[in-house]
């Protein structure tokens, strides 16, 4: 017997497949596609973080964790956000390692929101971030940046979306899709704001590590902020650990109960041979963090040029391994264009709208992928260009 659709939640069956997938998905079969639609490093994890997970296995350290990660983990955590972030937290009561910075965002949402209450999501952001606050039962309201202000959220802006049901602003900086970067200044408005209305920051900072040309500042190290900012990280972007999904919270002790109760019943604890392989990272591999990110500088600057050289206008993303160039010119929508591109040109981008409808008339290409492929691909657009 075939299952009724009304057996599905109603916010489920209302929720939008990923943006994303649908381009991955036509792939499929295909040869010669270049794909500069993966948010993923195509770096090798550090062979000396993969050697700490082999040994994890063959020392026999294959059973749980405590729920909330590995202890010496924690400890490593905390010197990190200390000395990279300038912000102390308590190891054992204000740290969660987490199943990839998504599950943070999840539990996190799923902590502190009440049915109806409302969250500001800055948009274009990551396609999870809205259908993750309705799966917690609250409201999505979008906070539309502009593209005059290189995608950059205003306080203006949050100031005008709030209510007396708004709970948190979630927000992602250096941004994926846009590679926009808020500076202090900027980011002392938006927290502001939060003060002014009493608010939760739930700050993605995932990509934290790849800042090009000035120093990276948390939302949790401004001034009266740490006790109202949920810090979300990870090992995905800056170690090259995508695989592995692990990453890691870090917030309030009051907040970080409340979110080890959902993550101690859904998931236990994050796989100890990728914790071990953290361990190790945070240990030893900010050389390999550094190297990484001159590689990412260099393609980012050559993946700009070429672009706005095509009649492509793209800023020069200040952190994250994204352009977000605009295509308006091309007399193609966003999803027009990148469909055509991979029918004549096998190049994977993605439509800026898979972001948000304030992506419309952009799309999204990765760099993270090797100079060659992304000079070949750049010669490829172009002759897509110059043919419409």
Known sequence: MELKTSYLAKHVRNLQPSGIRKFFDATAGMTGVISLGVGEPDFVTP???REAAIL???DGYTSYTANAGLPALREEIAKYIENYFCVTYSPDSEIIVTVGASEAIDIALRAILDPGDEVLVVEPCFVSYAPLVT??????VIVQTKRENEFKVTAEELEEAVTDRTKAILICSPNNPTGAMLSKNEMEKVAAVAKDNDLLILSDEIYAELVYDELYTSFAALDDTRERTILVSGFSKDL?????RLGFVCGPEEIIKGMLKIHQYAIMCASTMAQYAGLEGLKSGRKDVKEMRKSYR?????????????????????????TFPCVESTGLSSEEFATKLLQTEKVVVVPG???GAGGEGFVRCSYATSMAQLQEAMTRVKRFVDNL
């Open 47 to 49: 062979w000396n973080v």
């Open 298 to 322: 260099q393609r980012r600057n050559f993946i700009v040029q070429s672009l706005n050289e095509m009649g492509l206008p793209c800023p020069n993303p200040e952190g994250a391994f994204y």
């Open 353 to 355: 709208n898979a972001f």
């Open 240 to 244: 090259a650990m995508t695989g592995w």
């Open 135 to 140: 799966l917690a039962g609250g409201v999505a």
């Open 56 to 58: 994890s296995l063959e």
